[in-house]
């Protein structure tokens, strides 16, 4: 049985639809606090994890630290519309997560994959910033 963690960052329709053709699966699903007692009642299956807020912001240490020492078989990150804005502090938690394959889902039910981490392609791309940043900060001097 595949471990699988989503995050509840979409309507409900959206989140039916994904439940729905995941199955039976092993699920964790971080939620809003306002929301954990209703999707509780209605999918008792499911593993909900309280982000102890009302968005994905600044959530608690010992949320972070619990879905980080778990490792995923998927992650799905959904979205309200056909894309998502906005998500920034959501990939931020996604960089932290142990998964194999993750991905966006739309409220059409269309899945776009996240590629994975690529420490050296990261690195390059940090050090070209720096390396750029000196360069620039050295001129405006």
Request: aromatic residues 14%; charged residues 25%; glycine residues 8%.
């Amino acid at each position: 049985m595949e471990k699988i963690l989503v995050f509840k960052t979409s309507t409900d329709a959206t989140m039916d639809k994904l439940f729905g053709e995941l199955g039976m699966q092993e699920i964790d699903c971080l939620i809003q606090s306002s929301q954990l007692s209703r999707y509780q009642t209605q999918y008792p299956s499911v593993n909900f994890i309280d982000i102890c807020r009302e968005g994905f912001y600044d959530l608690p240490a010992e949320i972070i630290d619990r879905i980080s020492s778990k490792p995923y078989d998927q992650l799905y990150v959904t979205f309200s519309g056909a894309k998502g804005h906005n998500y920034g502090n959501v990939m931020e938690l996604v960089e932290k997560v142990n998964f194999k394959n993750a991905y966006f889902y739309n409220y059409n039910g269309d899945k776009v994959r996240i590629p994975g981490k690529n420490v050296v392609k990261d690195t390059f791309c940090r050090l070209y910033i720096k390396w750029i940043d000196f360069i620039y900060g050295r001129k405006g001097e």
